[in-house]
């Protein structure tokens, strides 16, 4: 069980040397004479690393004298930021993966022109590289249930979904289909939506939000240290947060359903004030303990999503239009979604806009890397923030997945370990027995 | 059969892996407070990556202001040349493998200490990574005969043997094994010998030297262009590239026996010279056409490398005693295994001895990283340099592999894609048929 | 003549020797065991060049390993923008410059407290280096009239006006004294009020501004190419930019006298246009040909000048209080000099100011480093633009000089050459005769 | 008199200005489009500093994004080691400081060929930079004899010899002209033979040797503690250095005068023995007190040099022609100047000669950067060294001053503050006495 938190099968790892070809044969081209001119100085494409590794977030490499390299400034993300494994996740085979492959926007050259991944022919070896990745996970819950896993584009700093594969191969096999959009509903619902529901063609009946009584507390500003002592007042000043993603759900022309998931320290008060809330708000809701009892523990929720779900389909509504202007689609997903006055571009996003124009990627669909602790550009501002503008403070194109990537306030695509790594207490025994994991 | 050209069972992923999370928590340490006082201009330890990538060579990482962890000079080495893939070779089981990550010499602090990995405890999530990595993956030719695939540390850069216990395991199950050591025998063989049959207390009843007429004409001169015409003058001239292999092997104590590799060009004329040469050196030789032929392309060579095995083991003999002084061990490889009159250590080289003194690992067994297109360090020396001088430009520790890397020349441990990587031809068609990759 | 645009007396040659003095001591300090625990992340200070030099605003330095400093990120700034310089205008004797010296905050520990340069122990030397460049320089015009040269902080990167000492003299030596105010009234009058003013006690009893047909052309949408011709629309589709800069005077409490600099293209409806404009905005104006004639050619003016002079001085009105918080008084230069409608610290200059108040100086008064082609801090804003926010990316301690230097929209404080540099025009031949200087 | 130690008359200031203007031009040329296709990683030219600045030997920089320059290594050096400086020294006027002003080889284009100051249009400003420069400067001693004091180029890193202007000034004004050819004969007066006597024509008639009792027992292995303690055996033990250095001048074909200069805690018997040494290699020798005593100090010693010049004028000897190939120049020098066994030029010194025979300068004569502490390359190896092999790492053309720079050992050309550096112990009270310069 623990391998899908190790290895797995190895897709990342397929994921990450497949993103790092391209980019080392991009600077070998540079190196070796430069024949598509590009200029070091505008690269869109950065390499990966299945890590957190806050020391890779920005670099001088091509250092050591004229034989190795070119000294350019240059970036690492995290695997699951990386344009391949967002690749992965939109593609509908090995033909369309090629072709997403081929036009991955590597860089600017220095007459502000694109240099697509073709023109390196990197496509064709990458392709061969995923092969593997790129059929679905079939694995099974304790209980039996099959589940595809399959591509990790977080919902943050990417896409948050799941592979379109998984999903299509899901629907061809079984009545119900329960799929995951990372990140609650300022994030993931709304890219699943906008970027994978549009692009696909298939469309929720239903989503379920998830809460649970210690996050509403979080919201209404009680400490981690108190977060387990019952406070219903505070629990009460965290519900307009819920309220925004009930909202955001409902602007997006899904039926929510709401699930509590229980801690052991939740009060039956405090759990029966949430469930009130968003029963009030018009919405089913219920309790669950499905961690601790299986699939028994959430038979009750389970029984109101079949309920909502079987009723007619809601009919998805797109906040902004595959044709509006770039800077049109984020000020709709600011004010629409996450509850902004605004949007402020500064300098730099303005110029990288003036290049994806050139390059002719400028109308692509877009996906806020933004902050999953607020539903604003700021992570420290909790509840539903009002009163605050939206910060791009840059664009790049993920034109092989498909879309430009906005980035949002301070969001990071490559994070940082902390000051005790979770890796200090894992350990294995002689007899391959680990510990520590979860 | 591609697979073992692609991720095969991912092991060098989990070596890039677990390597690399060393490196990510030092550097969080660093960036938390330094509380082992790490100096951040004597690091020891190198993140790898599986890719010829020369823009990683040399590099500033920890940019980018305060939040982005410490600046600081980095480099990239290739996955076969980092640490933890030659631990993997080296060790014998799950504890020791431990053992060996916790001892990793990952950097000094300020005051010339040494800091350890067990410092960081990152041992037992590296072994967690390694867990399957560990066990050697058994696969057939294509006729059947079971080979072992297990571990990939390259014999230029690093000791270049497969793993000790996929050699075990061998041993321990058939009555004749056969086992690699890469590059030559002033690299792979010499490695064998001082490093790994010293540790693991086998030792080789005969040694394959394979060799082939265009190696022979190369050494004698001719260029790529020519290689293909008969020139047994050139084929003569390249003579004393083969007996300076010859007499290595005899040096440290093994019976060659030379695999003269045919190929399409080569003329009777030039075999027979080649056979004969060999044979005039006392040193038993036949021509094979395994590639071609399979199993019994190389039976007559097979008989003879059977013949000489069951003789009277030969004793190996060490070239240098394991408690020479540093110094006294590279310069004896140099003049008894690669032809130098000596040995010229620049001062970095004197400087990190220096340390590695403090650190207490200055007696351990060397591993020279030296250019396998010359027995000297000097890539475009041919046939049997003399009259040269072994510049050795700095030290590394490897602690947990056990051994110290001598840097010779100016051998990479980062190698680079050339102007046409071979990726450019590889293609994978929607069948999942894949071409270009031999 | 042309010293003065040369080295003239070595003044800024000694201010930048004695400011990289300190920046050499500092990072020796760092180097040889760092006693004062120096946060190489949290320099305060930079070096400086006299010169355009953009390749040096942003570099990594003491690379090349542990022998050559500690790697760090760094800046040049010109030589106008460097701490010592603006010491040297504000300072009033040596005592006080060897206090000022002292109190430089060169960098922050790793604790976030201050480290001072009187720590390195640096102002004995660096005001042995200042001992002539102190002495204000007097000189004369081409008709004989004394003036001081001394000084040179320019008035959009740091407080631009010429040294308290040279104003001293003056104004002990003479009955009227014109004295220079840097780059217009938001930026040089703004600050010699606020700075100058405050520190030294004088004030001035009116105020020359400076305008031109062609810039109120500028700035009413004329183009470069087409500034020469007649263009009486955009010429008052101009005027509110002179509005702004009167309107500024006034709030500060001085009486303004406009001057009309005229060019030759300029014509006698142009010159009229502006001179009643100004008139019918209460203010005394008048046209002049200085350059072109010399004193009598700005006679007129200069009567104007003192006839205002004459009058009762006005009273100085300062826009912030000494002891406002330093957001209030930049929010109070934002919307009362400037024209803008708030201001917004991102978060780097949130932190910035943490660390000032950790250190103490979070009160000193505030400059503002902010572009001379606007009123605004986009440089591309012509007008007396409205409905902007300032943005603040960074605060930076002149406490020496004893203010704050406040970072506006991209100001930079190391300007580059051009595509065709002035210096490619210059020559002098073997008599000495210089060309291309002016 | 300490005006000498500061700003003096700015000569050193406007060397810098100049200096850095020319890579300030280079720079903004890369970034503004490139024109003349230089190579960024083959740049030839430093940017300089009139400081002890590690920090600054190696650094990258153009940092910041595309608006702030193009990323490359880069290195800054000690003003005394700039071209200009050098430049200015060798220079026989305006007409021929602004011919090589234009031949300065600033970099290589990305074919290999040269790139010359020439094409950057940046000799007229330069040389308008460096007019007062150019005028030698006439101080007089403490008794009143006059004395020029004119270019800076360090004996170590440059050719050590102050300018051939005011040679030939001095030379036309005067019966007796002492001039010093800086750091020993290994370094100051070879250099002053081969390119300042080879290129100016004139000759020195006699050279004074210094010593001092203290040096020749530091060669003789005492430590700084004791060197004041009297030592004769040590004494004797440091001759073979003072032997080594009359022989280089008696191979340049110079007459050797050996001034011994005498120290406080210097015994007689240890004056003795070592002129007594001096006079026994059948050299004229004299102790003297120049420091102490003054003129008078020095009487006898100056009668001992009239004799020697008085007699006929030695004819140089040098060492190398002037058309020898480069290692042939740098061979001869290590062999008869330096007591080397020969001359290693590592691959990177190799590589840039090629370049140097690319852009034709490959016959200049050469000046070697190399320590002053030690006739070898090595610092720390004392008396006369045998048995040693000069390394060359690397080559710089410094054609307009009319040489190629080989670089030896680990010469640095740029120095490093101490961990106290004298500047803590300088001051300056408020009437201007300054204290703790000498």
Known sequence: MEDI???FTGDIHAVTAANNLIAAMMDAHIFHGNELDIDPGHVNFARCMDMNDRQLRAL???LG???NGVPRQDEFVISAASEVMAILAMTEGVKDLKERLRRILIAFNRKGGPVWAKQLRADGACAILLKDALMPNLVQTLEGTPAFVHGG???NIAHGHNSILSDRLALGSTDVV?????????LGAEKFVHLVCRQSGYAPNAAVLVTTVRAMKHHGGVKEKAIKEENLKALKAGFPNLDAHVGILKTLGITPIVAVNRFVADTQREIDTLVEHAQDLGVRAAPHRGYADGGKG?????QLVLEAANRAPASLRFVYKADDPFEEKVAKLATSIYGADGVDFVNSAKEDMKLM?????ADLPVCVAKTQMSLSDDDRALGAPKGWTLKIRGVRASSGAGYLVALAGEMMRMPGLGAEPAAVHMDIDEKGVIKGLF
């Not at 329960?178 to 300022?186: H, I, L, P, Y």
């Not at 124009?357 to 990627?361: D, H, I, R, Y």
């Open 153 to 155: 584009p977080f919902g």
């Open 65 to 67: 004298g004229p034989k």
């Open 60 to 62: 001088v490499d091509g």
């Open 298 to 302: 959430g038979a009750e929720l389970a």
């Open 5 to 7: 938190n190790l290895h």
């Open 357 to 361: 124009e050139k390059a002719g990627v």
């Open 178 to 186: 329960f799929t995951e959009a990372g990140f609650a509903s300022d």
